[in-house]
């Protein structure tokens, strides 16, 4: 408790006279450090975000063995811990620390310095949740949610260059980690950069962008020769990803079947597939041939589900809709010559953020109504000289939360986070344009989900911490707006 009172020197002299036979105790000090601040302090929140905060800055330790290794705490912004092993490796006991204990514990730690918006220093423990999810345990769909979670912080700190880099990286990634090849690759790396010293050399580290466009810190938003190019392919990286992600499944687990039971299975399978191409035939007439293709496909995906789940492709959608608006939010002045190209970009932004609203509904059993394109009636052309009709822009579908079938899924953590991110993004830019009667508007519906007694009723913990902080969250915006409109009318 003494160390805790003074974390700072501590962490510091543990990080800069660190000795390998002290490496295996980092993570029970760690684990000790989220447990006092989730169970001893939880009435006191000044303990702890001090247990937070030295259980973040001792995080950086397990990578001091690594040639490049991050000297501060803003250089695991970027960094991709190929270099991770040797002397100062993890050295993780399963039998005394298990997956997911690590991660109950990292995930805890996270969770106060995101409350106390300490994003960059977070970064070392997203970055070594990162490293346990590849290496450790193998999982791409966790490392997925990991790095989602260091493009937060790489964002709300405005370092758009390294969460581009971050963000590009994606893809090559979980293929290394989905086909096993992940450490293989960390061994390559170690033992080829380490032939060569001159590698580590500042001057001739940089960025990798897989291909990507770069994006440039140094440079405005709107900058016609790298930036918006690079906008351009991270507002499209979404719905690329879920082409990409398609294409990695799980397999669901099987149950024992007798010879009986297999046989019957067979034959029920067989029959199923007979109906089917005949209803097509008949349906489609000579289409039918191309449809036991299909059937046999629609079979074969029966016993597998996709390994990123619904929630995780609305979060990338909305992360990289916050990369949009952040970017559009950095000049507020509207006198500047590229306000106009600012506005153009947040409007981007909001499109991309009400696409996730519309992903993030449809995991709902009563979703709004989708109109394919094909449907829509074409638009008449206007006769020569006649003005262009005004079409009125299609109001956004309205979905009840609140009823039973969709009351068990707004109840869901996952679902809630979602639903606040996506609220208080939009919020924060209409406070930017000063557009305070939609903040209202919308912190109004808001207050009347929060204070639903169906809501409210049945709320497991977790749920429970994100209705507070959704509750202290629209509080602070509309502390922010109030204080504007207060100036405003006192001019």
Same mark, same amino acid.
């Given at each position: 408790?003494?160390?805790?009172?003074? +974390?700072?020197?501590?962490?510091?002299? #543990?990080?800069?006279?660190?000795?390998?036979?002290?490496?295996p105790g980092?993570?029970?000090?760690?684990?000790?450090?989220?447990?006092?601040?989730?169970?001893a302090?939880s009435?006191?929140?000044d303990?702890?975000?001090?247990?937070?905060?030295?259980?973040?800055?001792?995080?950086? =330790?397990?990578?001091q063995?690594?040639?490049g290794?991050?000297?501060?705490?803003?250089?695991?912004?970027?960094?991709?811990?190929?270099?991770?092993?040797? @002397?100062?490796?993890?050295?993780?006991?399963?039998?005394? /620390?298990?997956?997911?204990?690590?991660?109950?514990?990292?995930q805890?730690?996270?969770?106060?310095l995101?409350?106390?918006? !300490?994003?960059?220093?977070?970064?070392?423990?997203?970055?070594?949740?990162?490293?346990?999810?590849?290496?450790?345990?193998n999982?791409?769909?966790? +490392?997925?949610?990991a790095r /989602?979670?260091?493009?937060?912080f790489?964002?709300?700190?405005?370092l758009?260059?390294?969460?581009?880099?971050?963000?590009?990286?994606?893809?090559?990634?979980?293929?290394?980690?989905?086909?096993? =090849?992940?450490?293989?690759?960390?061994?390559?790396?170690?033992?080829?950069?380490?032939?060569?010293?001159?590698?580590?050399?500042?001057?001739?580290?940089?960025?990798?962008?897989?291909?990507f466009?770069?994006?440039?810190?140094?440079?405005?938003?709107?900058?016609?020769t790298?930036?918006?190019? #690079?906008?351009?392919?991270?507002?499209?990286?979404?719905?690329?990803?879920?082409t990409?992600?398609?294409?990695?499944k799980?397999a669901?687990?099987?149950?024992?079947?007798n010879?009986?039971?297999q046989?019957?299975?067979?034959?029920?399978? *067989?029959?199923?597939?007979?109906?089917?191409?005949? *209803?097509?035939?008949?349906?489609?007439?000579?289409?039918?041939? *191309?449809e036991p293709e299909?059937?046999?496909?629609?079979?074969?995906?029966?016993?597998?589900?996709?390994?990123?789940?619904?929630?995780?492709?609305?979060?990338?959608? =909305?992360?990289?809709?916050?990369f949009?608006?952040?970017? &559009?939010?950095?000049?507020?002045r509207?006198?500047?010559?590229?306000?106009?190209?600012?506005?153009?970009?947040?409007?981007?932004g909001?499109?991309?953020?009400?696409?996730a609203k519309? /992903? %993030?509904?449809? @995991?709902?059993?009563?979703?709004p109504?989708?109109?394919? &394109?094909?449907?829509?009636?074409?638009?008449?052309?206007?006769?020569?000289?006649?003005?262009?009709?005004?079409?009125?822009?299609?109001?956004?579908?309205?979905?009840?939360?609140?009823?039973?079938?969709n /009351?068990?899924?707004?109840?869901?953590?996952?679902?809630?986070?979602?639903?606040?991110? =996506?609220? %208080?993004l939009?919020n924060?830019?209409?406070?930017?344009?000063?557009?305070?009667k939609?903040?209202?508007?919308a912190?109004?519906?808001?207050?009347?989900?929060?204070?639903?007694?169906?809501?409210a009723?049945?709320?497991?913990?977790?749920?429970?911490g994100v209705?507070?902080?959704? +509750?202290?969250?629209?509080?602070? !915006?509309?502390i922010?707006?109030?204080?504007?409109?207060? %100036?405003?009318?006192s001019?």
């Amino acid at each position: 408790m003494d160390a805790c009172t003074e +974390w700072k020197t501590v962490a510091a002299d #543990a990080v800069a006279y660190l000795e390998p036979r002290l490496v295996p105790g980092i993570l029970p000090a760690i684990t000790a450090l989220s447990n006092l601040s989730h169970f001893a302090a939880s009435q006191d929140w000044d303990a702890k975000a001090g247990y937070a905060r030295m259980a973040a800055e001792l995080c950086r =330790i397990p990578f001091q063995g690594s040639f490049g290794h991050p000297v501060t705490v803003v250089g695991f912004a970027a960094y991709e811990y190929v270099e991770v092993g040797g @002397t100062f490796s993890l050295g993780l006991r399963k039998e005394a /620390l298990s997956a997911r204990d690590l991660s109950s514990v990292l995930q805890e730690v996270l969770q106060v310095l995101i409350a106390e918006k !300490q994003y960059i220093a977070a970064l070392p423990v997203a970055v070594l949740l990162e490293h346990f999810y590849a290496v450790y345990v193998n999982d791409a769909s966790k +490392w997925f949610s990991a790095r /989602l979670l260091r493009l937060r912080f790489l964002i709300n700190s405005h370092l758009f260059a390294e969460a581009a880099a971050m963000l590009a990286s994606i893809r090559i990634t979980v293929q290394e980690i989905n086909n096993q =090849i992940f450490a293989d690759v960390l061994r390559s790396e170690y033992s080829k950069r380490t032939a060569n010293l001159k590698d580590f050399e500042t001057s001739e580290n940089s960025l990798n962008f897989h291909g990507f466009v770069a994006y440039l810190n140094n440079l405005a938003p709107d900058d016609e020769t790298r930036n918006t190019a #690079a906008l351009q392919w991270i507002a499209a990286f979404p719905k690329e990803f879920e082409t990409f992600a398609k294409g990695f499944k799980i397999a669901l687990p099987q149950p024992v079947l007798n010879p009986e039971e297999q046989a019957a299975e067979l034959e029920r399978k *067989a029959k199923a597939a007979e109906e089917a191409v005949a *209803a097509a035939k008949k349906a489609k007439g000579a289409k039918g041939k *191309a449809e036991p293709e299909s059937v046999v496909e629609a079979e074969d995906d029966a016993g597998f589900e996709p390994l990123f789940s619904h929630y995780q492709l609305t979060e990338l959608h =909305i992360t990289c809709a916050h990369f949009l608006l952040e970017a &559009a939010m950095l000049e507020g002045r509207s006198t500047v010559p590229h306000a106009t190209k600012l506005q153009r970009l947040g409007g981007q932004g909001l499109e991309a953020l009400g696409q996730a609203k519309t /992903l %993030l509904y449809h @995991t709902l059993p009563t979703p709004p109504p989708v109109v394919p &394109a094909a449907d829509a009636a074409p638009a008449a052309k206007p006769a020569k000289g006649a003005p262009v009709p005004v079409v009125a822009a299609e109001p956004p579908p309205v979905v009840n939360l609140l009823t039973p079938e969709n /009351l068990k899924f707004v109840k869901n953590a996952d679902f809630l986070k979602l639903y606040g991110r =996506i609220l %208080l993004l939009r919020n924060a830019y209409n406070i930017h344009i000063r557009s305070y009667k939609e903040v209202r508007t919308a912190c109004s519906g808001v207050l009347d989900l929060l204070k639903s007694s169906a809501l409210a009723q049945g709320l497991d913990g977790d749920t429970r911490g994100v209705f507070t902080q959704l +509750w202290f969250a629209r509080r602070d !915006q509309l502390i922010t707006v109030a204080g504007r409109m207060i %100036l405003l009318f006192s001019l």
